[in-house]
């Protein structure tokens, strides 16, 4: 019995290792460490949790668990499942790290680049009324043309951005690239 306590909490301890790894990756990635602390602990676990298992697991408010689950669902890294005869919701982690990495960074890379593009769409007319208005000062009109080339040469960034984030939405790039790894590994 007490080999079995020890062996529990080795196992714990060793589940607490990936937990962080995990938690602290997020966190490089701009994700909070408890959402990625949540997600690691759906994604160790061997059943779907519900809120009251994932908050005695984590020692987390139940409302926090809530934001978490619900952030962590619209990036499309857990999933709401149903188990006959479970009345309260049930969640796990995305298990396919792929499928994580593409849900992941897509949304973030569609983000920036509507962020930026919002940006740029604003700018750009009032950088040119900048340099077509003759009361302009030069010093201001060459900082305006110098900064509207700037962002015109970014615009090939952001059509790229949109290419990728094509690609591996259906699949093509992700799947090529998944393909060779797998192949040469």
Known sequence: MENETNQRDDIDRIHSIIKDGIADTMDIYGVNRSIGQLYATLYLNEHPMNLNELRDELGMSKGSMSIGVRKLMEENIIHRVYRKGERKDLYEAERDFFKFFTSFFTRRWERERTVNMKAIEQAVPQYEALIKNPETPDDIQEEAEYTLAKIKASLDY???????????????????????YKQDN
């Open 158 to 180: 952001y059509e790229f951005l949109d290419l990728l984030v094509t690609q591996f939405k259906e699949g093509n790039l992700a799947q090529d690239i998944i393909e060779r």
